[in-house]
């Protein structure tokens, strides 16, 4: 039988820079990828479903265009 794969726990770090990666205008699928979860998760993130009260990182990275800063 072969194990299902599971994703990373989504942590309060992560979704503040999950939302602040959005924010910046980067697709909702590419930022899932980067952090090895699904679109689906980074939606209820974005949306406040799960991690709500989590602000997005208020510390952006250096490079104004950054490749996926992590």
Do not use: W
Request: hydrophobic share 35%; net charge positive; glycine share 8%.
């Amino acid at each position: 039988m072969i194990a299902r794969r599971s994703s990373p726990r989504v942590t309060a770090k992560m979704a503040a820079k999950i939302k602040h990666l959005c924010k910046l205008g980067y697709m909702q699928h590419d930022v899932a990828a980067r952090f090895g979860i699904n679109q689906g998760r980074v939606s209820e993130i974005v949306n406040g479903k799960i991690h709500g009260d989590e602000p997005p990182d208020a510390d952006p990275p250096d490079d104004p265009q950054p490749e996926l800063p992590f």
